[in-house]
């Protein structure tokens, strides 16, 4: 749970300065060729849509592992393995929702649980329909109608 008001470090207290002024930073992205190849992949789509400014805004990097993908809020840094860049249109998707859980992080919210979960899906589906919308590529657009299936069938909504 992020600290309350009261007990923000002063990093806290930076970092939420630092992504309230709109600034981005430069994002980084560590790991093998193929994994870096399939993150910028991902991060193309990302662009597309026009995320990549929010999506910079809270992440500053994107590295490989070989564990279970998740998202490290005190490093602002998104640890995903092999499995979960496969697919640049989901990974994407996953990058941007990734995102909106930082972001709700840093602004205090319950960024975890049932309520938290639903918004964070919310925020992909978002991304999802976006990315549909303003891609020219049937591939893209196919993919994306076969994610929001997916997620359209999920306990999540």
């Known amino acids: 749970m992020p600290p309350s008001e009261g007990t923000q470090t002063e990093e806290d207290v930076k970092r939420k300065k630092f992504t309230g002024k709109g ?44 564990g279970f993908t998740q ?5 602002a840094i998104i640890w995903a393995n092999k499995y979960a860049v496969a697919n640049p249109v989901d990974a994407a998707s ?19 649980g049932g ?23 049937r591939e893209i657009k196919e993919e994306c109608e076969r994610l929001l299936k997916s997620w359209a069938e999920s306990v999540y909504l």
């Not at 193929?34 to 400014?53: M, N, P, S």
């Not at 998202?71 to 490093?75: P, Q, T």
């Not at 929702?97 to 960024?111: P, S, V």
């Open 23 to 66: 600034c981005k930073r430069r994002l980084r992205v560590k790991g093998s060729s193929e994994f870096k190849q399939k993150v910028r992949e991902a991060l193309k789509l990302i662009k597309t849509a026009g995320y990549y400014d929010f999506l910079r805004t809270y992440i500053r990097e994107i590295s490989e592992i070989d």
């Open 71 to 75: 998202l490290r809020e005190a490093e």
């Open 94 to 112: 996953l990058f941007v929702q990734k995102a909106n859980h930082m972001k709700e992080y840093l602004e205090g919210k319950m960024y975890f």
């Open 115 to 137: 309520e938290a979960e639903r918004r964070s899906v919310q925020k992909r589906i978002e991304f999802l329909e976006v990315l549909k919308a303003k891609s020219r590529k």
